[in-house]
């Protein structure tokens, strides 16, 4: 690249300093698929015969497996990924190798790069939700009669079942599949052809290079294409989403798995000891993912903010998308080939979890709806309900042991039905509407996503 224009070589601290290929060479497989398919466009266009593109695929090839085995030898002179095996293929093969690069810039090409890489790595991160989304699912089957409290601030507030809560947690993650379905959308569009911004004046057939590659578009304005990376920050955003909703069920669980609770027990192959107190069992897979995700919600905010000042078009500054790209998806998939072996192996302490929704003042806003069906108006119940927890908290009594005649001293719309409501299992029968934690919803969600997943 510099023999033209340069008369001498870079300063190695520039050259350190602004090498890439220490990081970027896990692009090589996209890399070589891509010139590839670059090749076949040459020649159709006449630049190169089918003799040359032969070679041309073959030693391609060679080169992807010399890699692949560890035997490639990269040098960080030629800066990048792309530069190494153009080198690697110009020594096998000469000017064959030399006229590859032909109507082609490292512009259009690291943008073909990391939409191939983006475009398999969704589909890969895919496949690892849905794991998980089987684990949670098979621990809503397995806990479907187990019954817990519901919690806001956390505090007891209503009652659930647990399998309501894990079918809870999959409507989040089913988001975070819909995100990346999206995703793949936008990025899914084809740039090789741009050139370094305004494409070249030898005409290649795109949508054959576009059909080679699996592309769905094709990218419609030059300018646009060698410089778009919304499809990196929706991306690494996505992945920042799921980070974020692995961290909150490992919340919830790391609370359930204290001695205070005791709802739930990590299985020994996914917990940890203390180095100086023999009893302890930490739940550090959990707290390591929780902590993780700090990491995701910075390598996208580094994204972000490289891209929010740069002029139109190819700029340096865009090698930098690279390293937070790779990092968060290293992060995001090991989380959730972690996550998707430990669930299924918590153990849920049943008997803990029904003594806590046995409280019968999660009870309290049936109370309320009980007489707002006789006729009080509901802020007028909330507060009559509200004097009747206060009073028993006062006394240490409760509201499951209330009489109809002790009630009655509150409300005449007391009467002796009061009684049937103030079971639990009742309770969550009656939840009916669509959503609700009602035995015959979560059934019927569990039914749902059975087929979902299939």
């Not at 806001?152 to 089913?174: C, D, I, K, N």
Request: net charge positive; glycine share 6%; charged share 30%.
């Amino acid at each position: 690249m510099r023999k033209g224009r340069f008369r001498k070589s870079l300063a190695k601290i520039a050259l350190r300093y602004s090498e890439s290929v220490s990081f970027d060479r896990r692009l090589y497989p996209y890399d070589i698929r891509g010139s590839i398919g670059h090749a076949s466009a040459l020649g159709k266009a006449g630049i190169i015969s089918p003799s040359e593109r032969k070679k041309i695929e073959s030693s391609l090839r060679e080169i992807e497996k010399e890699i692949t085995s560890g035997k490639f030898q990269w040098d960080p002179a030629l800066e990048d990924v792309h530069m190494n095996i153009e080198r690697a293929l110009t020594k096998k093969i000469g000017d064959a190798g030399a006229k590859l690069h032909t109507a082609r810039s490292r512009n259009d090409q690291v943008a073909l790069d990391l939409r191939l890489y983006t475009k398999d790595h969704i589909k890969l991160v895919s496949r690892q939700l849905k794991r998980v989304l089987t684990a949670l699912l098979g621990l809503a089957r397995k806990h479907i009669d187990v019954l817990m409290p519901g919690y806001t601030h956390l505090q007891r507030a209503q009652p659930v079942s647990l399998a309501h809560y894990f079918l809870g947690q999959m409507e989040s993650f089913a988001r975070d599949l819909d995100r990346l379905a999206d995703c793949l959308k936008r990025t899914d569009v084809l740039p090789l052809g741009s050139g370094s911004l305004a494409g070249s004046m030898i005409v290649l057939d795109r949508e054959l290079i576009a059909r080679e590659l699996g592309f769905a578009r094709i990218s419609q304005n030059s300018l646009d294409a060698v410089s778009d990376r919304d499809f990196v920050c929706e991306f690494v955003f996505a992945l920042a989403m799921i980070g974020m909703h692995l961290s909150r069920l490992s919340e919830d669980l790391i609370i359930w798995n204290t001695s205070e609770f005791g709802f739930v027990e990590f299985s020994e192959g996914f917990s940890t000891g203390s180095s100086l107190m023999p009893q302890k069992k930490n739940p550090d897979m959990a707290e390591l993912t929780r902590g993780k995700t700090g990491r995701l919600y910075g390598n996208l905010m580094s994204v972000l903010t490289m891209l929010k000042a740069l002029p139109s078009s190819y700029d340096r500054d865009l090698q930098e998308d690279k390293k937070p790209l790779f990092d968060s998806v290293d992060t995001i998939s090991a989380a959730l080939e972690l996550f998707s072996l430990m669930l299924p192996e918590l153990k849920i302490n049943r008997e803990r979890m029904k003594s806590a929704a046995s409280d019968s003042s999660l009870l309290a806003t049936d109370v309320a709806e009980y007489l707002v069906k006789k006729g009080m108006p509901f802020r007028e119940a909330h507060d009559l309900v509200g004097k009747i927890v206060a009073d028993t908290i006062q006394k240490g009594t409760n509201l499951s042991t209330l009489k109809a005649a002790q009630l009655r001293k509150y409300s005449v719309l007391f009467d002796a039905d009061l009684a049937r409501l103030l079971d639990v299992r009742r309770s969550l029968a009656a939840r009916t509407a669509i959503g609700a934690p009602s035995p015959q919803n979560v059934k019927g969600q569990i039914k749902r996503w059975q087929k979902a997943l299939r």
